[in-house]
């Protein structure tokens, strides 16, 4: 009979070990028992907590996305202004928080969404977060910009954002600072044209 209070502890731990496994040998090769054995738990703890594999993928899944809604959330409840360019940049940076573009985060995000082609439960988790994401920014272009322009806009930059997580993904060494820069530069672009 497992401790009362156990069961977020033993979550946690296992998301962390799924992180770590991934980082060292990929998902393909992340077993259940190579995450265990990281954890420093049994299989049979995984089978319980989380029934498989492809479970515990979509809890890790759920961490790293809670994790990216607080990294933006912290931002914009932080903000000086209330501009939609404060909330827009405040979404760009908590799309490029240490919390999403860490080894193991970018890894797992990788391999996840290459995961989500295939699994129908991932892709939904895939879908929530691309329409959080473009739901957020097409808000705050609205509040500047016509509708279709700003649906326009918030479509252009999640496809920047995206583009460039997966570029620094990819990338020997990811420069954070050009890649905020690049997405500010077309921010402030989409913005001008409401000024006009």
Known sequence: MPKV?????????LIAATLQAVDQVGMGDASIAYIARL????NGIISHYFQDKDG????TMRHLMLALSNAVRERRAALAEDTPRAHLRAII???FDDSQVNGPAMKTWLAFWCSSMHRPALRRLQRVNDHRLYSNLCCQFRRVLAVPE???AARGLAALIDGLWLRGALSDRFDIDQALHIAYDYLDRSLETAAR
């Open 5 to 13: 209070g156990m069961q977020p502890i033993r979550r946690s731990q």
């Open 39 to 42: 954890a420093g738990v049994s």
């Open 56 to 59: 515990l993928l979509d809890a």
């Open 93 to 95: 940076d908590g799309n």
């Open 150 to 152: 700003a649906r326009r």
